[in-house]
C-alpha cells in the first residue's frame, strides 16, 4: 500500500522560504512520479504546481511558482522536496503530494493514484 506523508509547512513571511517533504513508501522500485499541487483557501480545485520523475527530471506547470519553486527528491530516503522561495501571500494554500506509476509527470490531479494529507502554507506579515 503506497503511503505519501508531508511535513514542513508553516507561517511564514512574504519573501521568506520552506521546504516541503513527502515521504513515500510503499513501492519497491522507482517507477513512479510526485506530483505537488495545491488548494487555495476556499477553492475545490487543487493546482498542480510542479512534478518529480525519477528518471525524466522535474516537470513545472504552475507559472506564477514557476522560478522560484524547485523539486528533488533522494531515492534512498523516498523522500521528495518542494523547495519555495521568495513566498507571496499568493502561496498561501494547503500543499499536498501526491504519486503515479510511471515515468511521466502529469498536470491533471485526477492523474495520480494517492494522495498526501496535505501540509498548510501560509504567507503572512
Known amino acids: 500500500q503506497v503511503n505519501l506523508v508531508e511535513s514542513g509547512g508553516g507561517l511564514v513571511q512574504p519573501g521568506g522560504s520552506l521546504r516541503l517533504s513527502c515521504v513515500v513508501s510503499?513501492?519497491?522500485?522507482?517507477?513512479?512520479?510526485i506530483g505537488w499541487f495545491r488548494q487555495f483557501p476556499g477553492k475545490d480545485t487543487r493546482e498542480g504546481v510542479i512534478?518529480?520523475?525519477?528518471?525524466?527530471?522535474?516537470?513545472a506547470y504552475a507559472d506564477r511558482p514557476r522560478g522560484r519553486f524547485t523539486v528533488s527528491g533522494d531515492k534512498a530516503k523516498k523522500t521528495v522536496y518542494l523547495e519555495m522561495k521568495n513566498l507571496k501571500s499568493e502561496d498561501t494554500a494547503q500543499y499536498f503530494c501526491?504519486?503515479?506509476?510511471?515515468?511521466?509527470?502529469?498536470?491533471?490531479?485526477?492523474?495520480?493514484?494517492?494522495w498526501g494529507q496535505g501540509t498548510p502554507v501560509t504567507v503572512s506579515s
Open positions: 510503499g513501492f519497491n522500485d522507482d517507477y513512479y512520479v
Open positions: 512534478c518529480l520523475s525519477w528518471s525524466e527530471g522535474s516537470t
Open positions: 501526491a504519486s503515479r506509476e510511471g515515468h511521466v509527470c502529469k498536470r491533471d490531479p485526477a492523474r495520480y493514484d494517492n
